[in-house]
Protein backbone atom coordinates (compact mmCIF):
# COMPACT_ATOMS: atom_id res chain seq x y z
CA UNK A 1 0.00 0.00 0.00
CA UNK A 2 2.94 2.26 0.29
CA UNK A 3 2.87 5.84 1.56
CA UNK A 4 -1.28 5.16 1.98
CA UNK A 5 -0.63 2.26 4.93
CA UNK A 6 -1.97 3.34 8.60
CA UNK A 7 0.72 4.36 11.12
CA UNK A 8 0.71 2.47 14.53
CA UNK A 9 2.69 2.40 17.42
CA UNK A 10 3.49 -0.14 20.00
CA UNK A 11 4.67 0.38 23.15
CA UNK A 12 5.89 -2.25 25.37
CA UNK A 13 9.11 -2.88 27.52
CA UNK A 14 9.70 -6.73 26.18
CA UNK A 15 11.57 -6.61 22.82
CA UNK A 16 10.68 -9.82 21.30
CA UNK A 17 7.21 -8.50 21.81
CA UNK A 18 7.70 -5.45 19.73
CA UNK A 19 9.46 -7.57 17.02
CA UNK A 20 6.88 -10.19 16.53
CA UNK A 21 4.27 -7.45 16.59
CA UNK A 22 6.18 -5.52 13.85
CA UNK A 23 6.57 -9.14 12.08
CA UNK A 24 3.16 -10.02 12.05
CA UNK A 25 1.53 -6.15 10.97
CA UNK A 26 4.43 -4.58 9.01
CA UNK A 27 2.88 -5.79 5.70
CA UNK A 28 -0.41 -3.83 6.72
CA UNK A 29 0.78 -0.98 8.50
CA UNK A 30 3.56 1.54 9.41
CA UNK A 31 4.08 -0.26 13.02
CA UNK A 32 6.46 2.04 14.73
CA UNK A 33 7.68 0.15 17.95
CA UNK A 34 9.07 1.54 21.19
CA UNK A 35 10.02 -0.09 24.54
CA UNK A 36 9.95 3.46 26.39
CA UNK A 37 6.56 5.51 26.90
CA UNK A 38 8.83 8.37 27.74
CA UNK A 39 10.12 8.33 24.24
CA UNK A 40 7.31 7.17 22.80
CA UNK A 41 5.50 10.77 23.68
CA UNK A 42 8.54 12.45 21.15
CA UNK A 43 7.15 9.89 18.34
CA UNK A 44 3.41 11.05 18.59
CA UNK A 45 5.07 14.26 17.95
CA UNK A 46 6.44 12.94 14.79
CA UNK A 47 3.98 10.60 13.30
CA UNK A 48 0.47 10.85 11.93
CA UNK A 49 -0.55 7.28 14.58
CA UNK A 50 -4.28 6.68 14.11
CA UNK A 51 -3.71 3.92 16.92
CA UNK A 52 -1.41 3.46 20.04
CA UNK A 53 -1.48 -0.10 21.62
CA UNK A 54 0.19 -0.42 25.03
CA UNK A 55 1.37 -3.17 27.25
CA UNK A 56 -0.47 -2.79 30.76
CA UNK A 57 2.73 -3.60 32.78
CA UNK A 58 5.94 -1.29 32.00
CA UNK A 59 8.29 -0.48 34.82
CA UNK A 60 8.27 3.28 33.95
CA UNK A 61 4.49 3.75 33.43
CA UNK A 62 1.55 1.08 33.01
CA UNK A 63 -0.11 1.17 29.86
CA UNK A 64 -3.24 2.93 31.65
CA UNK A 65 -1.24 5.56 32.93
CA UNK A 66 0.96 6.33 29.64
CA UNK A 67 -2.17 6.74 27.22
CA UNK A 68 -4.54 8.77 29.91
CA UNK A 69 -1.18 11.34 29.17
CA UNK A 70 -1.46 10.76 25.48
CA UNK A 71 -5.39 11.09 25.81
CA UNK A 72 -5.04 14.65 27.11
CA UNK A 73 -3.03 16.21 23.76
CA UNK A 74 -4.03 13.43 21.32
CA UNK A 75 -7.83 12.57 22.15
CA UNK A 76 -8.46 11.11 18.86
CA UNK A 77 -5.86 9.02 18.60
CA UNK A 78 -7.40 5.11 19.10
CA UNK A 79 -6.12 3.84 22.31
CA UNK A 80 -5.86 -0.11 22.69
CA UNK A 81 -4.33 -1.91 25.96
CA UNK A 82 -2.90 -5.72 26.37
CA UNK A 83 -3.38 -7.15 29.51
CA UNK A 84 -3.13 -10.23 31.44
CA UNK A 85 -5.79 -9.65 34.20
CA UNK A 86 -8.69 -6.80 34.25
CA UNK A 87 -11.21 -6.24 36.73
CA UNK A 88 -14.63 -3.87 35.70
CA UNK A 89 -12.96 -1.02 37.79
CA UNK A 90 -10.17 -0.56 35.98
CA UNK A 91 -12.35 -1.10 32.82
CA UNK A 92 -14.81 1.64 33.77
CA UNK A 93 -11.59 4.00 34.57
CA UNK A 94 -9.87 3.47 31.65
CA UNK A 95 -12.57 4.04 29.12
CA UNK A 96 -14.44 7.35 31.25
CA UNK A 97 -10.52 8.74 31.59
CA UNK A 98 -7.88 7.06 29.34
CA UNK A 99 -10.19 6.98 26.24
CA UNK A 100 -9.89 3.52 25.52
CA UNK A 101 -11.12 1.92 23.07
CA UNK A 102 -10.11 -1.91 23.67
CA UNK A 103 -8.63 -4.04 25.94
CA UNK A 104 -6.52 -7.14 24.54
CA UNK A 105 -5.66 -9.99 26.74
CA UNK A 106 -2.42 -11.56 26.20
CA UNK A 107 -1.10 -13.33 25.02
CA UNK A 108 -2.28 -12.29 21.69
CA UNK A 109 -4.10 -13.72 18.89
CA UNK A 110 -3.42 -12.31 15.06
CA UNK A 111 -6.40 -12.55 14.12
CA UNK A 112 -8.12 -10.81 17.36
CA UNK A 113 -5.44 -7.96 16.60
CA UNK A 114 -6.30 -7.03 13.16
CA UNK A 115 -9.91 -7.21 13.95
CA UNK A 116 -9.13 -5.01 16.64
CA UNK A 117 -6.46 -2.17 14.89
CA UNK A 118 -9.24 -2.53 11.40
CA UNK A 119 -12.27 -1.39 14.15
CA UNK A 120 -9.48 0.95 15.28
CA UNK A 121 -8.36 2.62 12.17
CA UNK A 122 -12.51 2.67 11.11
CA UNK A 123 -13.05 4.60 14.37
CA UNK A 124 -10.45 7.12 14.03
CA UNK A 125 -11.63 7.76 10.16
CA UNK A 126 -15.31 8.46 11.64
CA UNK A 127 -13.98 10.81 14.33
CA UNK A 128 -12.06 12.60 12.29
CA UNK A 129 -14.39 12.83 9.47
CA UNK A 130 -16.94 13.91 12.02
CA UNK A 131 -14.60 16.67 13.43
CA UNK A 132 -13.71 17.69 9.41
CA UNK A 133 -17.82 18.03 9.33
CA UNK A 134 -17.81 19.57 13.08
CA UNK A 135 -14.87 22.06 12.28
CA UNK A 136 -16.88 23.12 8.53
CA UNK A 137 -19.95 23.40 10.56
CA UNK A 138 -18.12 25.61 13.09
CA UNK A 139 -16.26 28.24 10.37
CA UNK A 140 -19.52 28.53 8.40
CA UNK A 141 -21.27 29.92 11.82
CA UNK A 142 -18.70 32.14 11.94
CA UNK A 143 -18.74 33.46 8.82
CA UNK A 144 -22.49 33.40 9.48
CA UNK A 145 -22.08 35.55 12.46
CA UNK A 146 -19.82 37.87 10.52
CA UNK A 147 -21.75 38.84 8.35
CA UNK A 148 -24.76 39.70 11.12
CA UNK A 149 -22.55 41.99 12.63
CA UNK A 150 -22.03 44.27 9.53
CA UNK A 151 -25.49 43.32 8.42
CA UNK A 152 -26.40 46.97 9.48
CA UNK A 153 -24.07 48.73 7.82
CA UNK A 154 -23.74 46.40 4.80
CA UNK A 155 -27.26 45.36 4.00
CA UNK A 156 -26.47 44.87 0.22
CA UNK A 157 -23.73 42.28 1.22
CA UNK A 158 -25.56 40.56 3.80
CA UNK A 159 -28.03 39.75 0.73
CA UNK A 160 -25.60 38.72 -1.13
CA UNK A 161 -25.08 35.75 0.96
CA UNK A 162 -28.29 35.77 1.93
CA UNK A 163 -29.20 34.71 -1.51
CA UNK A 164 -26.01 32.54 -2.01
CA UNK A 165 -25.62 30.41 1.22
CA UNK A 166 -26.16 26.88 1.60
CA UNK A 167 -27.57 26.89 4.45
CA UNK A 168 -31.31 28.10 4.93
CA UNK A 169 -31.56 31.66 5.80
CA UNK A 170 -35.17 33.37 7.22
CA UNK A 171 -36.48 36.23 8.92
CA UNK A 172 -39.48 36.96 10.31
CA UNK A 173 -41.66 39.41 11.86
CA UNK A 174 -44.84 39.47 14.16
CA UNK A 175 -44.33 35.75 13.77
CA UNK A 176 -44.92 35.34 10.06
CA UNK A 177 -41.62 34.68 7.39
CA UNK A 178 -40.96 37.94 5.60
CA UNK A 179 -37.77 37.01 3.84
CA UNK A 180 -36.31 33.83 2.78
CA UNK A 181 -33.58 32.73 0.77
CA UNK A 182 -33.47 29.25 -1.56
CA UNK A 183 -31.38 26.89 0.26
CA UNK A 184 -34.32 27.47 3.04
CA UNK A 185 -37.25 26.79 0.21
CA UNK A 186 -35.71 23.29 -1.04
CA UNK A 187 -35.13 22.61 2.88
CA UNK A 188 -39.03 22.81 3.59
CA UNK A 189 -39.57 21.05 0.06
CA UNK A 190 -40.64 24.55 -1.95
CA UNK A 191 -39.65 24.02 -5.19
CA UNK A 192 -42.09 27.03 -6.94
CA UNK A 193 -39.91 30.31 -5.72
CA UNK A 194 -42.91 32.24 -7.40
CA UNK A 195 -44.62 31.26 -4.08
CA UNK A 196 -46.18 34.24 -2.39
CA UNK A 197 -45.05 35.14 1.33
CA UNK A 198 -48.84 34.52 2.07
CA UNK A 199 -48.74 30.96 0.38
CA UNK A 200 -45.69 30.38 2.24
CA UNK A 201 -46.99 30.97 5.81
CA UNK A 202 -49.99 28.97 5.20
CA UNK A 203 -47.94 26.32 3.43
CA UNK A 204 -45.56 26.15 7.13
CA UNK A 205 -48.60 26.27 9.72
CA UNK A 206 -49.75 23.49 7.92
CA UNK A 207 -46.44 21.20 7.70
CA UNK A 208 -44.06 22.58 9.23
CA UNK A 209 -45.89 24.32 12.49
CA UNK A 210 -43.47 22.81 15.39
CA UNK A 211 -40.68 23.89 13.37
CA UNK A 212 -41.49 27.16 12.69
CA UNK A 213 -42.39 27.78 16.45
CA UNK A 214 -39.46 26.64 17.73
CA UNK A 215 -37.29 29.03 16.05
CA UNK A 216 -39.48 31.96 16.88
CA UNK A 217 -40.08 31.21 20.75
CA UNK A 218 -36.08 30.41 21.34
CA UNK A 219 -35.17 33.54 19.67
CA UNK A 220 -33.15 35.89 22.59
CA UNK A 221 -32.51 39.38 21.99
CA UNK A 222 -28.97 39.42 23.29
CA UNK A 223 -26.65 36.83 21.95
CA UNK A 224 -27.73 33.79 20.03
CA UNK A 225 -29.66 30.59 20.32
CA UNK A 226 -28.53 27.35 19.13
CA UNK A 227 -30.50 24.31 19.11
CA UNK A 228 -31.22 21.01 16.66
CA UNK A 229 -34.85 19.42 16.25
CA UNK A 230 -35.80 16.89 14.55
CA UNK A 231 -38.18 17.36 11.82
CA UNK A 232 -40.18 15.21 9.50
CA UNK A 233 -40.14 16.72 5.94
CA UNK A 234 -43.55 16.93 3.35
CA UNK A 235 -42.22 13.34 1.81
CA UNK A 236 -42.85 12.10 5.68
CA UNK A 237 -38.52 11.96 5.64
CA UNK A 238 -37.15 12.30 9.43
CA UNK A 239 -34.42 15.28 8.98
CA UNK A 240 -32.29 17.05 11.70
CA UNK A 241 -32.20 20.53 11.55
CA UNK A 242 -29.78 22.81 13.33
CA UNK A 243 -31.12 26.22 14.20
CA UNK A 244 -29.16 29.60 14.83
CA UNK A 245 -31.80 32.24 16.03
CA UNK A 246 -31.34 35.75 17.16
CA UNK A 247 -33.07 39.22 17.06
CA UNK A 248 -32.08 41.94 15.48
CA UNK A 249 -33.40 45.20 13.99
CA UNK A 250 -33.98 45.69 10.43
CA UNK A 251 -34.76 49.24 9.80
CA UNK A 252 -35.24 49.64 13.55
CA UNK A 253 -37.61 46.91 13.51
CA UNK A 254 -37.07 44.01 15.43
CA UNK A 255 -37.45 40.99 13.76
CA UNK A 256 -36.09 37.39 14.31
CA UNK A 257 -32.70 35.84 11.83
CA UNK A 258 -32.22 32.07 11.68
CA UNK A 259 -29.64 30.04 10.00
CA UNK A 260 -30.94 26.66 9.49
CA UNK A 261 -28.48 23.89 8.34
CA UNK A 262 -29.57 20.26 7.55
CA UNK A 263 -27.22 18.18 9.77
CA UNK A 264 -29.25 15.00 9.15
CA UNK A 265 -25.73 13.16 7.36
CA UNK A 266 -24.01 14.19 10.81
CA UNK A 267 -26.57 12.34 12.76
CA UNK A 268 -26.26 9.44 10.00
CA UNK A 269 -22.37 9.25 10.86
CA UNK A 270 -23.16 8.94 14.73
CA UNK A 271 -25.19 6.18 13.51
CA UNK A 272 -22.17 4.57 11.82
CA UNK A 273 -20.17 5.30 14.38
CA UNK A 274 -22.13 3.75 16.70
CA UNK A 275 -22.78 0.90 14.59
CA UNK A 276 -19.65 -0.06 13.86
CA UNK A 277 -19.23 -0.43 17.84
CA UNK A 278 -21.93 -2.82 18.09
CA UNK A 279 -20.98 -4.71 14.76
CA UNK A 280 -17.77 -5.37 16.54
CA UNK A 281 -19.08 -6.62 19.70
CA UNK A 282 -21.74 -8.88 17.83
CA UNK A 283 -18.61 -10.66 15.87
CA UNK A 284 -16.64 -11.60 18.90
CA UNK A 285 -19.57 -12.84 20.61
CA UNK A 286 -19.83 -15.28 17.36
CA UNK A 287 -16.24 -15.56 16.83
CA UNK A 288 -16.34 -17.29 20.78
CA UNK A 289 -19.83 -19.32 19.53
CA UNK A 290 -17.60 -20.72 16.92
CA UNK A 291 -14.38 -21.37 18.86
CA UNK A 292 -16.20 -23.40 21.44
CA UNK A 293 -17.72 -25.65 19.23
CA UNK A 294 -15.44 -25.48 16.70
CA UNK A 295 -12.18 -25.90 18.85
CA UNK A 296 -13.49 -27.64 22.69
CA UNK A 297 -16.25 -29.69 21.10
CA UNK A 298 -14.36 -32.32 19.31
CA UNK A 299 -11.46 -32.28 21.85
CA UNK A 300 -14.06 -33.11 24.60
CA UNK A 301 -15.94 -36.09 22.20
CA UNK A 302 -12.57 -37.90 21.46
CA UNK A 303 -11.76 -37.76 25.66
CA UNK A 304 -15.60 -39.22 25.78
CA UNK A 305 -14.45 -42.18 23.26
CA UNK A 306 -11.34 -42.52 25.65
CA UNK A 307 -13.45 -43.16 28.91
CA UNK A 308 -16.36 -45.31 26.97
CA UNK A 309 -12.85 -48.02 26.01
CA UNK A 310 -11.74 -47.71 29.43
CA UNK A 311 -14.96 -48.36 30.88
CA UNK A 312 -15.44 -51.20 28.39
CA UNK A 313 -14.54 -54.24 29.84
CA UNK A 314 -14.34 -56.16 26.59
CA UNK A 315 -11.77 -54.05 25.51
CA UNK A 316 -8.41 -55.52 24.59
CA UNK A 317 -6.33 -52.69 23.83
CA UNK A 318 -4.08 -51.68 26.43
CA UNK A 319 -5.47 -49.36 28.70
CA UNK A 320 -2.34 -48.17 30.02
CA UNK A 321 -1.84 -46.45 26.94
CA UNK A 322 -5.76 -45.16 26.45
CA UNK A 323 -4.77 -43.60 30.16
CA UNK A 324 -1.98 -42.15 28.95
CA UNK A 325 -3.78 -40.72 25.74
CA UNK A 326 -7.12 -39.55 27.92
CA UNK A 327 -4.43 -37.31 30.57
CA UNK A 328 -3.11 -35.89 27.00
CA UNK A 329 -6.06 -35.06 26.08
CA UNK A 330 -7.19 -33.58 29.00
CA UNK A 331 -4.36 -31.25 28.75
CA UNK A 332 -4.94 -30.90 25.25
CA UNK A 333 -8.25 -29.72 26.06
CA UNK A 334 -6.71 -27.38 28.97
CA UNK A 335 -4.77 -25.71 26.40
CA UNK A 336 -7.67 -25.72 23.74
CA UNK A 337 -10.14 -23.62 26.52
CA UNK A 338 -6.83 -21.33 27.43
CA UNK A 339 -6.69 -21.11 23.43
CA UNK A 340 -9.92 -19.69 23.27
CA UNK A 341 -10.38 -17.46 26.35
CA UNK A 342 -7.39 -15.59 25.05
CA UNK A 343 -8.02 -15.62 21.66
CA UNK A 344 -5.35 -17.66 20.54
CA UNK A 345 -5.05 -20.66 17.84
CA UNK A 346 -4.63 -24.11 18.79
CA UNK A 347 -0.86 -24.33 19.76
CA UNK A 348 0.07 -27.59 17.60
CA UNK A 349 -1.02 -25.86 14.68
CA UNK A 350 0.62 -22.80 15.58
CA UNK A 351 3.52 -24.54 16.20
CA UNK A 352 3.58 -26.75 13.15
CA UNK A 353 1.35 -25.88 10.75
CA UNK A 354 -1.98 -27.08 9.45
CA UNK A 355 -1.65 -30.66 7.95
CA UNK A 356 0.83 -31.45 10.99
CA UNK A 357 -2.48 -30.19 13.31
CA UNK A 358 -4.44 -32.73 11.63
CA UNK A 359 -2.32 -35.57 11.37
CA UNK A 360 -1.83 -35.56 15.06
CA UNK A 361 -6.00 -34.96 15.59
CA UNK A 362 -6.32 -38.10 13.13
CA UNK A 363 -4.01 -40.36 15.24
CA UNK A 364 -5.34 -39.85 18.51
CA UNK A 365 -8.80 -40.86 16.56
CA UNK A 366 -7.46 -43.55 14.70
CA UNK A 367 -5.65 -45.03 17.46
CA UNK A 368 -9.01 -45.06 20.09
CA UNK A 369 -11.84 -45.41 17.67
CA UNK A 370 -10.08 -47.54 14.86
CA UNK A 371 -11.09 -45.64 12.48
CA UNK A 372 -8.29 -45.13 9.27
CA UNK A 373 -7.55 -41.66 7.98
CA UNK A 374 -5.24 -41.17 5.37
CA UNK A 375 -3.72 -38.21 4.82
CA UNK A 376 -1.65 -36.41 1.87
CA UNK A 377 -0.21 -33.58 0.72
CA UNK A 378 1.71 -31.48 -1.55
CA UNK A 379 1.52 -28.27 0.21
CA UNK A 380 5.47 -26.86 0.72
CA UNK A 381 5.72 -23.99 3.86
CA UNK A 382 2.57 -22.27 5.95
CA UNK A 383 -0.23 -21.04 4.72
CA UNK A 384 -1.23 -17.60 6.65
CA UNK A 385 -2.52 -17.95 10.30
CA UNK A 386 -5.88 -17.08 9.39
CA UNK A 387 -6.57 -19.29 7.04
CA UNK A 388 -4.72 -22.28 8.90
CA UNK A 389 -6.99 -21.64 11.61
CA UNK A 390 -10.28 -21.66 9.67
CA UNK A 391 -9.22 -24.50 7.93
CA UNK A 392 -8.17 -26.26 10.64
CA UNK A 393 -11.66 -26.11 12.24
CA UNK A 394 -13.82 -27.05 8.88
CA UNK A 395 -11.70 -30.01 9.34
CA UNK A 396 -11.78 -31.08 12.52
CA UNK A 397 -15.50 -30.43 12.33
CA UNK A 398 -15.47 -32.83 9.17
CA UNK A 399 -14.02 -35.93 10.99
CA UNK A 400 -15.97 -35.03 14.18
CA UNK A 401 -19.17 -35.71 11.87
CA UNK A 402 -17.86 -38.62 10.03
CA UNK A 403 -17.16 -40.60 13.67
CA UNK A 404 -20.01 -39.48 15.77
CA UNK A 405 -22.87 -39.14 13.12
CA UNK A 406 -21.62 -40.58 9.60
CA UNK A 407 -20.35 -44.00 11.60
CA UNK A 408 -17.68 -44.31 8.97
CA UNK A 409 -14.84 -46.60 9.10
CA UNK A 410 -12.40 -44.99 6.73
CA UNK A 411 -11.43 -41.14 6.09
CA UNK A 412 -9.57 -40.06 3.61
CA UNK A 413 -8.01 -36.18 3.03
CA UNK A 414 -5.88 -34.62 0.46
CA UNK A 415 -4.63 -31.75 0.49
CA UNK A 416 -3.33 -30.11 -3.08
CA UNK A 417 -2.00 -27.26 -4.49
CA UNK A 418 -2.13 -25.51 -8.16
CA UNK A 419 -0.43 -22.77 -8.55
CA UNK A 420 -1.96 -19.94 -6.40
CA UNK A 421 -5.17 -22.71 -6.16
CA UNK A 422 -5.62 -24.72 -2.77
CA UNK A 423 -7.63 -27.49 -2.75
CA UNK A 424 -8.56 -30.29 0.10
CA UNK A 425 -10.70 -32.93 -1.02
CA UNK A 426 -12.70 -34.77 2.11
CA UNK A 427 -14.48 -37.78 2.31
CA UNK A 428 -15.78 -40.74 4.06
CA UNK A 429 -17.58 -43.89 4.12
CA UNK A 430 -20.20 -43.32 6.58
CA UNK A 431 -24.01 -43.49 6.35
CA UNK A 432 -23.95 -40.22 4.96
CA UNK A 433 -27.19 -37.33 5.23
CA UNK A 434 -29.50 -35.07 3.07
CA UNK A 435 -27.91 -32.18 2.28
CA UNK A 436 -30.10 -30.15 1.42
CA UNK A 437 -32.88 -31.10 3.96
CA UNK A 438 -29.89 -30.15 7.13
CA UNK A 439 -29.45 -26.99 4.89
CA UNK A 440 -33.16 -26.23 4.41
CA UNK A 441 -34.22 -27.19 8.36
CA UNK A 442 -31.52 -25.56 9.52
CA UNK A 443 -30.17 -28.09 11.43
CA UNK A 444 -26.66 -28.73 12.67
CA UNK A 445 -24.63 -25.71 13.75
CA UNK A 446 -21.24 -27.48 12.53
CA UNK A 447 -22.39 -27.65 8.75
CA UNK A 448 -23.67 -24.06 9.18
CA UNK A 449 -20.23 -22.94 10.82
CA UNK A 450 -17.76 -25.07 8.58
CA UNK A 451 -19.93 -23.09 5.25
CA UNK A 452 -19.96 -20.09 6.67
CA UNK A 453 -15.94 -20.37 7.66
CA UNK A 454 -15.36 -21.28 3.69
CA UNK A 455 -17.06 -17.92 2.94
CA UNK A 456 -15.05 -16.20 5.02
CA UNK A 457 -11.54 -16.91 3.74
CA UNK A 458 -12.89 -16.22 0.40
CA UNK A 459 -13.12 -19.76 -0.44
CA UNK A 460 -16.04 -22.23 -1.93
CA UNK A 461 -17.31 -25.05 -0.69
CA UNK A 462 -19.23 -28.06 -1.98
CA UNK A 463 -20.74 -31.02 -0.25
CA UNK A 464 -22.32 -34.14 -1.74
CA UNK A 465 -22.97 -36.78 0.35
CA UNK A 466 -25.40 -40.54 -0.59
CA UNK A 467 -26.82 -42.38 1.98
CA UNK A 468 -25.25 -45.31 2.75
CA UNK A 469 -22.45 -44.86 0.81
CA UNK A 470 -20.82 -41.69 2.13
CA UNK A 471 -19.65 -37.84 2.44
CA UNK A 472 -17.63 -35.95 -0.54
CA UNK A 473 -16.81 -32.46 0.77
CA UNK A 474 -14.54 -30.58 -1.58
CA UNK A 475 -12.96 -27.38 -0.82
CA UNK A 476 -11.32 -24.80 -3.02
CA UNK A 477 -10.15 -21.00 -2.08
CA UNK A 478 -7.09 -19.18 -3.93
CA UNK A 479 -4.16 -17.25 -2.35
CA UNK A 480 -1.49 -15.27 -3.41
CA UNK A 481 2.07 -16.23 -5.02
CA UNK A 482 3.35 -16.97 -1.21
CA UNK A 483 0.30 -18.73 0.02
CA UNK A 484 -0.97 -15.79 2.11
Same mark, same amino acid.
Request: charged share 25%; glycine share 4%.
Given at each position: ?????????????????????????? +?????? #?????????? @????????????? $??? =???????????? $? *?????????????? *?????? @? $????????????????????????????? #????????????????????????????? #?????????? #???????????????????????????????????????????????? +????????????????????????????????????????????????????????????????????????????????????????? =??????????????????? /????????????????????????????? =?????????? +????????????????? *??????????????????????????????????????? /??????????? $??????????????????????????????? *???????????????????????????????
Amino acid at each position: MGSKKDYILYVDDEPLNLEIFKAFLE +HEYHVI #IESSPSKAFE @LIKIYPFKVIVAD $QRM =PDLSGLEFLQQV $Q *VDYPDIVKIIFTAF *VDNDTM @L $QAINQGGIFKFLKKPWDTNEMRQALQSGI #IEFNLKAENNKLLRELKQKNDELELALIK #IKEKENKFYT #IFSNSNDGIVIFKDNKLIEANYAFLNLIDIRDVGMSFDEINKYLAKKY +HTFITRIIDHAPREGQYMQEIEVMNARNEKRYFQLNSKRIDIENEEVILSIVRDTTDLKQLDLKIMDAIVRTQEDAQTYYARELHDGLG =PNLSTLKMYIQWLSDNNNT /INKELITQQTIMGIDEAIYTLKDIANNLS =PHILRNFGLV +HAIKTFADKIEMTKGVV *VVISSNLSGRLNDNLEIHLYRILMECINNSIKHGQSSKI /IIKFSRVDNNI $QILYSDNGVGFDVEKVQHEKKGMGLYNMINR *VKLIGGDINIKSNLSVGTDIKINLMTTENGK
